[in-house]
């Protein structure tokens, strides 16, 4: 495996979808437990909320996730090369981007392995596996969210993939 994830093309071997994709068209299943003791039940507020935000993209649940969102955050997906790249604002851009991943990524793993909560801000540390349906290309490895939570709702997200070759989005 390289370094910070593992990227997979045609004609090499793919691991097995382990979540097959949900109803809601999301692409997020099968988030797994947070590390540490106590898990959500005994993390500070801002932590707790970007726990329910995984708890809800493992069940698909797109109002559930929308809902934990300020009228006016903002997603900005860091990937280099990627259609899902830039700065999404607001709940109906939050939405936009989460339907686009649909259409562009198979997610089979996310799991959310850490949660480190300061102030407003929560770093969650994701494991996760996806295919891009136009290339076919995979990655799998960490990929990792901060998160910015103001008066219980989430105002900002940033997204940073791990060692991503941006020519998973293209043929190359």
Not at 121 to 149: D, I, W
């Amino acid at each position: 495996m390289r370094p910070g994830g593992r990227r997979t093309g045609p004609g090499t071997t793919r691991p097995a979808d382990d979540h097959p994709g949900d109803p809601m068209g999301l692409p997020f299943r099968g988030i797994s437990g947070i590390s540490g003791p106590g898990g959500a039940r005994w993390a500070p507020p801002t932590a707790r909320r970007s726990y329910e935000l995984y708890e809800a993209f493992g069940r698909g649940a797109l109002r559930a996730i929308l809902a934990l969102f300020a009228t006016e955050a903002v997603w900005a997906n860091h990937a280099v090369g990627s259609p899902l790249s830039g700065e999404h604002k607001g709940r109906i851009g939050v939405q936009a981007m989460l339907v686009e991943a649909a259409v562009v990524t198979d997610v089979r793993r996310m799991d959310l392995t850490h949660l480190l909560a300061d102030g407003d801000h929560v770093v969650a540390v994701v494991n996760q596996a996806f295919t891009v349906r136009a290339t076919g290309y995979s990655y799998e490895g960490p990929v990792m969210y901060l998160v910015e939570v103001r008066e219980g709702l989430i105002v900002r997200v940033d997204e940073f993939l791990g060692d991503l070759d941006q020519t998973i989005w293209t043929y190359g």
